[in-house]
């Protein structure tokens, strides 16, 4: 059986500029929360950015269940299974929650269970069906953070990728954006995040990635990532994050 | 279980890249010092003052009328330059000015008869100041919202001086007509115009390669930056928009008597600045031969049009198609579009 | 207290036509950041088929509308394929945009004085000089008809945009382009499709246009800080803020008028338009400076 997501000696970058991905790879472990961390610069974002078919992809390949990405338009590898959500959440904030929940399901062909789905969402997340008509821009950080991924359920992707989702939130909210994300992999969802808070989110994380300078350094379970010290003075701040 | 996939770069490999880079820097100062050929403006200068002496052989009015022109508009476009080219604020109100200087010079003119070539400093003095004043207010605003409020100052400006009954409302008011011969009664005129332009493209050498000029460039780059780099963007773009007012003003004050009356419908139109823009963008904006260029083939485009088809409606279409044109195929001008290529002859590279 | 009421009456009437007038310029802006310097003289050309229908073959402007529209919207395509589409991913977008609204509204203007020239004109349904009474109040027919029309339009493109699904996709668009873009939303679509209905709502405003005020093809150097003042004072992009800009300023200019002098009312716009900019460049509405 092929990998669910396999990306090999990926190079991309922005518009005519430099190469910020230079040769970087990866494999996920279906069902997993994999935290990607690496510094400012090293190519995390980009690494999303690419597979979603947001930005080119110069060199290499991204398969998805044994299928090249390459050259799909980000609408085409929404369909297949892979949700992106970027680093401002991506809400429309001046429509409403339900309206951002409906919105979701934009590219779905058979809009039939469109309404019912959302309102299994609203089941799930009361804050939502209690905010569902509040313009989103007027909720805060983690309600919109919960309603950019709860949007994702409701195309039921095989991908969710996050870009730091944790980006302006008190301690105790960003907690429980990643239980939210672990119930998530629990259904089966594989997960895939960019963390600034690099032991933050290792320790949330089944599997960790390290990225710099464009390439995979390292990558192994979360755990054994964090206990390495090489990492962990390079990454996590030197000797007191152990 | 863990693997080390990579390393970074190693010290030998970075160190190589640096020295590849400075080379590159070397050898590209190198040809710019070598492409410069500062003789072509001083000649064509020197062939410019000489040329009246036409006049003695026979009737060359109209010659001397297109060189006049042509450079009242290279005054104007490298004044606009200073501006739209250098700081990337892109003014469609720039004939403001060009109003101002005229009808301060005019009616000076018409008062008290002190010619208007004399009164062309003051009336640049006079735009620099409201320049100044505009600009403190305007230039809060940057990027569609200048724009905007710049067409919005023309339609103002339009209104107060159609209404204005000092200066004659929208009739205007005539202007005494010098009382030279025929064949000599164009060149004050074409002399104070020749100057002037080779004056506004002198200062606009001058500004941008100074350290005032370095910070308005940096300014149209990126603002924000420029501002955290420590440049104090707002006087900057004030000033630049105070100099370009001024350069504009002088020109107006001498058209006017040039043309024997001053007129809104002859400065506040839209085609004026117009003109002024799309001078700049067609040769290069933020270029010193930019507007030199761009000024001699619109004109040379203009007479064209009028002398096959006449009708300034054409004109108009034709104008804008050309801009249409220029903007999606050349939007850095002829200076800039051969510059990239490394194809600017060395008589054309002013900067 | 008469003359009051009269004032109010006709800068109300007037307010409903430049409201539909402004929201095309303000639905392009929201999707597409363009300020469309053309929109005026694209009214104008609706204004043109409306009056060359009318003297022509005597085709009532308000049935001659829809067809003004579907001319504008496909003229609208065509522009938007030609100059704007390629614009798209320029690194100094807004202002090239601007220069190339600016240079299209030449294009326009030159060639309805190419084909028209410079007279000025206007269409005469009967009801474009009638007028009800109501004591000694009088409402003119035309504009009354006029203001109408145009706020059924407004209101059917409010509708569109808030419950029809490629509506929806439109607003998203406005509010967050990236986002559309990733759930699947089309945004090359949306973008020609929100440029038509922009300029095919010019068009529909020419047919109102057309009898309301009389008109040459410079005339939109007049409309356009007009235009700009009410669509800036609105919150660019917010089509709500617009028609209530319009209102507002048609009733302040049609006092002007009346009590201060015909030549002052015009410049009402305009030196709001100045205002506005420098001192709530968000306009009444919008959150953040969305014109910087």
């Known amino acids: 059986m092929p990998e669910l997501l396999d990306v090999s000696s990926l190079t991309a970058g922005y518009g005519d500029g430099p190469a910020i991905l230079d040769g970087a790879h990866l494999t996920v472990q279906p069902g997993k929360v994999h935290c990607i961390i690496g510094p400012n610069g090293a190519g995390k974002s980009t690494l999303l950015k690419a597979i979603c078919g947001m930005l080119k992809i110069r060199k290499g390949d991204v398969k998805f269940k044994g299928e090249s990405l390459k050259g799909l338009r980000p609408d085409q590898i929404l369909r297949k299974g892979i949700c992106f959500v970027p680093q401002e959440r991506a809400l429309f904030p001046k429509m409403t929650v339900r309206e951002n929940l409906r919105m979701g399901g934009y590219s779905l062909a058979d809009k039939s269970g469109l309404e019912r789905a959302i309102d299994e969402i609203e089941e799930r997340f009361p804050i939502l069906r209690e905010r569902r008509d509040q313009h989103a821009g007027t909720m805060s950080g983690g309600q919109q953070q919960t309603l950019a991924m709860a949007r994702t359920l409701i195309v039921k992707p095989d991908i969710v990728m996050l870009d730091e989702p944790s980006l302006g939130l008190a301690p105790k909210i960003v907690q429980e954006m990643f239980d939210i994300m672990k119930v998530m992999a629990s259904e089966g969802i594989t997960i895939l995040l960019v963390e600034q808070n690099a032991l933050m989110g290792l320790k949330n994380a089944d599997w960790g990635v390290v990225l710099d300078l464009g390439r995979t350094l390292f990558e192994g379970p979360a755990a054994e990532v964090m206990a390495d010290p090489r990492i962990q003075e390079l990454y996590l701040g030197g000797k007191k994050a152990a | 279980m863990m693997s080390v996939v990579s390393e970074t770069l190693t010290g030998d490999a970075a160190s190589s890249v640096l020295e590849a880079r400075r080379a590159h820097n070397e050898k590209l100062a190198a040809k710019s010092d070598k492409a410069r050929a500062i003789w072509f403006p001083i000649a064509l200068l020197l062939l410019l003052l000489a040329l009246p002496a036409l006049q003695v052989i026979g009737n060359f009015n109209y010659v001397l009328h297109l060189v006049l022109f042509t450079a009242c508009y290279v005054t104007m476009a490298s004044g606009w330059n200073i501006l739209g080219g250098f700081t990337g604020y892109i003014s469609l109100g720039h004939n403001v000015f060009f109003a101002i200087g005229g009808y301060f010079a005019g009616m000076i003119l018409a008062r008290y008869g002190i010619s208007t070539i004399l009164m062309a400093p003051f009336a640049g003095l006079l735009c620099a100041a409201v320049g100044y004043l505009i600009g403190r207010v305007t230039l809060k605003t940057r990027g569609p919202s200048f724009i905007i409020s710049s067409l919005a100052l023309v339609m103002i400006a339009r209104i107060l001086f159609d209404h204005w009954k000092f200066v004659g409302g929208a009739n205007g008011v005539a202007l005494p007509a010098n009382d030279l011969s025929v064949e000599w009664a164009k060149l004050p005129y074409y002399y104070a115009f020749v100057v002037l332009a080779a004056f506004s493209v002198w200062l606009s050498y001058k500004i941008k390669h100074s350290k005032f000029g370095l910070g308005l460039r940096a300014i149209s780059k990126d603002e924000i930056k420029a501002e955290s780099a420590g440049i104090d963007t707002r006087t900057y773009k004030v000033l630049a928009f105070a100099i370009s007012g001024a350069l504009v003003g002088m020109a107006g004050a001498i058209w006017g008597e040039y043309l024997t009356y001053i007129r809104p419908n002859i400065f506040l139109i839209i085609l004026v600045s117009v003109n002024m823009v799309l001078m700049c963008i067609l040769g290069g904006k933020g270029t010193i031969a930019g507007p030199v260029i761009g000024a001699i083939m619109i004109i040379a485009f203009n007479e064209l049009f009028v002398a096959t088809l006449g009708a300034s409606e054409i004109n108009i279409l034709a104008t804008g198609l050309l801009m249409v044109i220029v903007l999606l195929f050349f939007p850095q001008g002829i200076v800039g579009t051969l510059a990239k290529h490394h194809k600017l002859p060395r008589i054309l590279n002013w900067d | ?292």
């Open chain 3, 1 to 292: 207290m008469e003359q009051i009421i009269q004032t109010l009456i006709l800068g109300l009437a007037l307010g409903g036509v430049f409201a539909l007038m402004g929201s095309g310029l303000s639905l392009v802006f929201g999707v597409m950041r363009i300020v469309n310097l053309a929109h005026p003289s694209l009214i104008i050309a609706g204004a043109y088929a409306t009056y060359w229908a009318f003297k022509l073959w005597g085709i009532d402007p308000l049935v001659m509308l829809p067809v003004a529209a579907i001319i504008l919207a496909a003229i609208g395509v065509l522009l938007y394929k030609l100059v704007f589409e390629r614009e798209a991913r320029s690194a100094k977008y807004s202002e090239m945009t601007v220069l190339l609204t600016f240079a299209t509204a030449m294009i326009v203007e030159g060639a309805l004085g190419g084909m028209f020239t410079n007279t000025q004109r206007v269409t005469s349904p009967s009801y474009a000089t009638d007028a009800i009474f109501i004591g000694n109040i009088f409402i003119p027919t035309g504009q009354l008809y006029a203001g109408i029309v145009s706020l059924l339009i407004i209101s059917a493109l409010a509708l569109f945009l808030k419950y029809s699904r490629f509506g929806n996709a439109i607003r998203a668009t406005t509010q967050n382009r990236e986002a559309a873009e990733l759930l699947g939303v089309n945004v090359n679509l949306v973008c020609i499709m929100s440029f038509a209905i922009g300029i095919g709502l010019a068009g529909a405003a020419g047919s109102l246009v057309s009898f309301v005020f009389s008109f040459f093809p410079a005339k939109h150097w007049e409309w356009v800080a007009v235009l700009m003042s009410l669509v800036v004072l609105g919150g660019m992009g917010s089509i709500l803020g617009t028609v209530i800009a319009s209102f507002m300023l048609c009733v302040v200019a049609a006092f002007v008028g009346a009590y201060v002098g015909a030549t002052w009312s015009t410049m009402t716009f305009f030196l709001a338009l100045f205002l506005i900019l420098l001192i709530r460049p968000q306009g009444l509405f919008g959150e953040k400076p969305e014109l910087a």
